[in-house]
């Protein structure tokens, strides 16, 4: 019976990079960034190890790349919601939110977190890749909505800066969760119920007339 020798990945020429960057995305996913080679990621993408270094000089900027694919135009996307809408500062909220709890842990994208977490210290140019690219930006647009519900008078006084990582924190926790423990057999999320019971208590603890303390 023949066999079919075409690569895995047979598209466009101008189409290649993001071939290249979803092989590299399975395999630091596998892996972990540190023991990936550039070898095997050619592989995996069907093209030579040259022809890779026609668009990645090295791994670290096919790692940036890998990340500006899955990540940054959500980041992009949820930036120019923010400048745009023109509807009540919660309904933003959670398009924000959710919009990025469906890239940071509903994709294999969610494994990212995880990398930067486990090789910050032996690279911390990408560690500060990731933070100015996307953790910055995604913190400074949730603050931009609470700043707007404040103005508002929608949402009660609260101190923007402080309450982002309160928003983000249970994204992060269930992105390590399911690139951790899931794969070790661990009780699965349940992503739905985490984020309906988080906005949830983020819409009564920001609500205009709600205590000081926050929902009891």
Same mark, same amino acid.
């Given at each position: 019976?023949?066999?079919? &020798? ?10 290649? &990079? ?12 596998? /892996? ?11 592989? /995996? ?55 990025? !709890? ?34 910055? /930006?995604?913190?400074?647009? *949730? ?20 309450? *982002?990582?309160?928003?983000?924190? &249970? ?36 609500? !205009? ?8």
């Amino acid at each position: 019976m023949a066999t079919d &020798p075409s690569p895995r990945w047979r598209r466009r020429k101008e189409a290649r &990079p993001q071939e290249i960057t979803a092989a590299a995305l399975e395999l630091f996913a596998e /892996r972990g960034f540190a023991a990936s080679r550039l070898d095997d990621v050619a592989a /995996r993408a069907g093209i030579s190890k040259g022809t890779l270094y026609l668009y990645f000089p090295n791994k670290e900027e096919l790692f940036k790349a890998v990340v500006r694919d899955a990540v940054v135009a959500t980041i992009d996307e949820a930036e120019r919601l923010a400048g745009s809408f023109s509807g009540g500062s919660f309904e933003l909220l959670e398009m924000v939110v959710r919009r990025l !709890a469906g890239r940071i842990v509903g994709t294999r994208a969610g494994v990212i977190p995880k990398l930067i977490l486990a090789e910050a210290g032996n690279f911390p140019e990408l560690a500060r890749f990731y933070h100015d690219e996307v953790a910055r /930006r995604g913190f400074a647009t *949730v603050a931009a909505v609470l700043r707007r519900g404040i103005e508002r008078g929608e949402f009660r006084p609260v101190d923007a800066r402080a309450m *982002v990582p309160v928003i983000i924190g &249970p994204l992060l926790l269930a992105s390590l969760w399911k690139s951790t423990f899931e794969p070790v057999a661990a009780e699965p999320l349940d992503l739905a119920a985490l984020l309906d019971t988080h906005l949830d208590h983020l819409r009564r603890s920001l609500a !205009a007339d709600a205590p000081k303390g926050g929902p009891p």
